[in-house]
């Protein structure tokens, strides 16, 4: 634990913040002085730092011990909110564990023991089962994106993690939906509700139905992508294949694009956000599996390439444009011969006009292998590509500094010269190697 634990001011003025929204404001005050409290908002209004704020307030700077645990249903999830708590500064230590990278790393991490411990089920109850750390100072207990995590096939899971907390005196449940009934094994009494999901926050989305001529559609996104031109967006599908369909006749047609679905590698999935997060492209192909909880910056678009199967999901994908008070369009793309769910209104946009806006990738991703680790910061990596790489100030894109290396946005048509000229460069006494993601 770091010497220096920052007060609530000190914290929102380190991550730019003036002042916290309604609904932040409301929920630290109801969450610092309830024992049971559910969060209902809409996807992208800042429920993680809502509950973080007052869980930092009731964390004992003396103990040695993990003081509150969060539970999350995605590795993307569990990385956000550890990401969030850095960016905080807290002075308290946290990590995150989760499945897909070796569980020896998750022991090295937890050997002295962080105040916030964030993870998904599955690998929460493996570190229960083998006793890597200890559960008696764990007082708070946050179900993020409860309705997700206490579905049918983490029960048993989130059974096995709750009955093996014997001191929580807190339990806050946070979802921008409010389609589950929360089963007893949580122990919430008496909840306090606080529910921004109606009459709150006044939605700007658009939802615009296009009808197919043909069943795969394909021919049908291309011009509803050719007509939103060149602006960040998501395109939903239900499967894994049909992933693969949209992204090799996308990259046919030269549109830019990354890809994320829970059958890829943890790694390959981050770096697909990554990119996507720095412009590297504005396209993301997506199963539900990006409708909630990830980081990712305010959308222009999301296009159901293949209709939502529940209406939460619907709410969920829709979530992630139009969010706070901005303006967001929703495209759905209808087989003529396909019956919408009653859940989806009919809105026909019967004329596309194509954007003259290219779909041209006009930055790319560079890898530093440097990171946290090895004393790095983002002002030596902004200092590595201005002196030595000979960027101009407005050439430098979006840098994510990662526990041992780096991500940089960098003009595409300087990308190679940018390697050539840095690669195995010295940073901070360390030889870093630069290349492509």
Known sequence: MANTIKDQKEILEKMGIKELNPMQEEASQVIATNTNVVLLSPTGTG???AFLLPIIDMLNMNSKEVQALI????????IQIEQVVREMGTGYKTNAVYGGRPFSKDKIELKHEPAILIGTPGRVSDHLRRETFSVNAIKTLVLDEFDKSLEVGFEE???EIIDALPSIEKRILTSATQQIEIPKFV???NPKHINYLD???KSQLQIKTINSASKDKLESLKEVLDHIGNKPGIVFCNFRDSIQRVSDYLTQNQIGHGCFHGGMEQQDRERSLIKFRNGTHNIIVATDLAARGLDIPELNFIIHYQLPLKEEEFTHRNGRTARMNAAGNAYVIKWVKEDLPDFIELDELKSLKSNDASQDTLWETLFVSGGRKDKISKGDIAGLFFKQ???D???LG???LKQDCCFVSVPAAKANELITLLNNTKLKKKKVRIKLV
Not at 71 to 78: F, G, I, Q, Y
């Open 47 to 49: 429920k993680t730092l």
């Open 71 to 78: 539970l999350v249903p995605s590795r993307e999830l569990a």
């Open 157 to 159: 899971q989130m059974t």
């Open 187 to 189: 122990g919430l009494k």
């Open 199 to 201: 009459g709150k926050k």
């Open 389 to 391: 790489g000979k960027l």
């Open 393 to 395: 100030k407005d050439e």
């Open 398 to 400: 979006a840098i994510e």
